[in-house]
DNA sequence: GCATGAAATCACGATTTCCTGATGCTTTCC
DNA sequence: GGAAAGCATCAGGAAATCGTGATTTCATGC
C-alpha cells in the first residue's frame, strides 16, 4: 500500500486503501497491556487482511492460544504480570510452529537478545512505521510457513491433495501415481500455490541449476500433469501457465475469476 | 509513545490545509535567490506543517544539508552560481535518499528532463498552484519513505492495486491480464507513484538500456496499459503522459488535474 | 537380452507477445 | 498559416513461447 503512516489511534488515507480480497492474511493475537495501542494494531493491521485478536496480558496470551489457532502474535515485551520474555518462551513450546514477533521501545538491546534466545522470530522497535511492521509480520508468517512446508505437511487445494512424507497425491480423493519429477514439480508448484514461478526456478528446483534453459522439459512434465490432475488438460484449472515467466499453481475456489468475489472493495 | 516519528504522511484531510505545528509534515528546504519567493514559499508551507529551512544559492543548500537532516529540497532550477541541475546532481551523491523537487520556469522544457536524469524526484513550474506543489512534495515525500522501507509489497491506487509478488493486477477488484512487459511498465509507474519518469527511464528499466530511446515502444505499451486500466483511454485519469518527458502515474484522489484549482501563488 | 517405466528430445502448428510502420491529431514555433 | 515535433491510435506481421504427439535414451529388474 501506499501509505506509510506510522501506527496512530486513528486511521489513515482512505482514498488510497483497499481491502485485500477475501482471503485472510492470517490470524495474528496482539498481545500488550496498554488498551489504546491494542485498539490502534487492530484496526489498522485488520484494514490489511489479517485478523486479528487481542490479549491484555501474557497469562491471557498463552489461554487464548490454546484455544484458537494463530499464525503470529505480536507480544509487547514490557508487561506486568508474566512479562513477554517470559510468554515467549512458554508460548514457543506451547506452539512450536507460530510466528512471534516482539515489540519494544528502542533503547533496550540486551532484552532484543534475550526475547530471540526465548524464541522470537522478530523484534520491531517502537514507535515503528506500519508499513515496517506488516513486512516483518509477512516475512515472519512466511518463513513459519515456509518450516511447515519443509516439514512434510500436507497441503489440500480444490480437490487435489499432496503428501510430501508418503509421496502420495490424490485427486478427488483417488490416489495418482507421479513419477519422481512430477511429483516434485507438482510439490514444489503447490507449496508456492497463488505465486507465479519462473521457467527458470522450475528448473533450478526439480533438475538443478545446469539445466536452467530446459524449458522443454517442463512442457512435457506440465503436460502428464495435466492429464493427471486436470479434469480436461486442454483448459486447465489448477496449473495455469504464464506465459513468458513460467508456470502457477491456482486454487480455482480462491482465483480471482473475472466474474465477482464477494468483497474486494475500499473501506471508508 | 508510537509518535516519536519523525514525519507523518499526511492523514487524509483534503479540505483542511492548516494544521497545528506540533506534528511536522516532513523538513523543506526552500532554495532559490529571490528572497521574495523564498518567503512567501516559507509562510505558505510552514502554515500546512511542514519545517521550512531556506537558502539563497546551491552552495549554501549544500552546506546546510551536511548539517541539518531535510526530508526535501525545493531547489529553483535557475539561479546564479552553481545552477539548480548542478546543485541536484551534487545533492543527490550527497543524500542518496532526499526528495528533490525542481522549480522552473513554463518554457524550460529541455532542463526539465536533464533536472529528472540528474537526481530530481519531481519538477513544478512557476507559476504554480499551492495545491500542486504540496501534493507533489507529498508523493516525492512519500516515494522516499517507501524506498527507505524497501517494500516489495502491494501498492493500491485508486480503484487499481497491485501484487508484485502475484503478478496479479486488479482493477475495481477484478483481475486484469497483463503481458510481461505491460506488468513491469505499470510496476514501475505504480511504485513511483505521483512522480515523472522519463522516457529513458522506463525503457531502461523494463527493456534494458540499449533501449532507450525507442519511445514508440512506450506509446504502444501505454495504450495497452491505458485500454486495460482506464474507464476512458482517451483522457487518462492514472496514466497521464508528461509532454517532453515521459509519464507520470497519479493517483485521481490527491492530484487535481490541471484543469483548474483554487490558491493561485506567489510570482507570475 | 528384454520388458518396463522414467526422462530427455524433437518437430510442428497454434497462440501470445512484441515490434513496426502508417496515419492523423495537437501543440509549438517560425 | 504552415512546418515540425510529440503524441495517440491502429493494424498487421515478426518473433518468441506453448501445447502436443511421437520418438529416443537411459536405468532397472527380470
Redesign the pocket.
Known amino acids: 500500500m501506499l501509505d506509510h503512516n506510522p501506527v496512530t489511534t486513528n486511521s489513515y488515507n482512505p482514498a488510497n486503501t483497499v481491502q485485500t480480497p477475501t482471503k485472510s492474511e492470517g490470524k495474528l493475537l496482539v498481545v500488550d497491556d496498554e488498551a489504546a495501542l491494542r485498539r490502534s494494531l487492530h484496526t489498522t493491521l485488520f484494514s490489511m487482511g489479517f485478523d486479528i485478536g487481542e490479549a491484555s496480558s501474557g497469562e491471557e496470551a498463552l489461554a487464548l492460544c490454546r484455544i484458537v489457532k494463530y499464525d503470529a502474535v505480536l507480544l509487547d515485551i514490557n508487561m506486568p504480570g508474566k512479562g513477554g520474555i517470559e510468554t515467549c518462551r512458554e508460548l514457543r513450546r506451547l506452539m512450536p510452529r507460530i510466528a512471534i514477533l516482539m515489540l519494544s521501545v528502542n533503547d533496550d538491546e540486551e532484552r532484543k537478545v534475550e526475547a530471540l534466545e526465548a524464541g522470537a522470530d522478530d523484534y520491531v522497535t517502537k514507535p515503528f512505521h506500519m508499513r515496517e511492521l506488516t513486512a516483518r509480520i509477512r516475512a515472519a508468517l512466511r518463513r513459519a510457513r515456509a518450516v511447515a512446508e519443509q516439514g512434510d505437511d500436507a497441503v489440500a487445494i480444490g480437490d487435489i491433495e499432496i503428501y510430501p512424507a508418503r509421496r502420495l497425491v490424490l485427486k478427488a480423493g483417488k490416489p495418482v ?1 507421479l ?4 511429483f516434485d514439480l507438482l510439490h514444489y508448484l503447490m507449496t508456492h500455490a497463488g505465486l507465479p514461478i519462473t ?1 527458470a526456478r522450475l528448473l533450478h528446483v526439480v ?1 538443478g541449476v545446469e539445466y536452467a534453459n ?4 517442463l ?2 512434465f ?2 502428464q500433469l ?1 492429464k493427471k490432475l486436470e479434469e480436461n ?2 483448459s486447465p484449472q489448477y496449473l495455469l ?1 504464464e ?4 508456470y502457477r499453481f491456482v486454487d480455482p475456489a480462491s482465483a480471482p475469476r473475472p466474474t465477482a468475489s464477494p468483497s474486494p472493495v475500499p473501506e471508508a
Chains 1, 2 share one sequence.
Do not use: D, L, N
Not at 530446459?214 to 522439459?217: D, L
Not at 506465459?243 to 513460467?246: E, M, N, P, R
Open positions: 501415481h513419477t519422481p519429477k512430477e521457467h533438475w530446459q524449458v522443454e522439459y512442457r512435457t506440465m503436460r495435466r488438460a486442454g501457465t506465459s513468458h515467466i513460467g
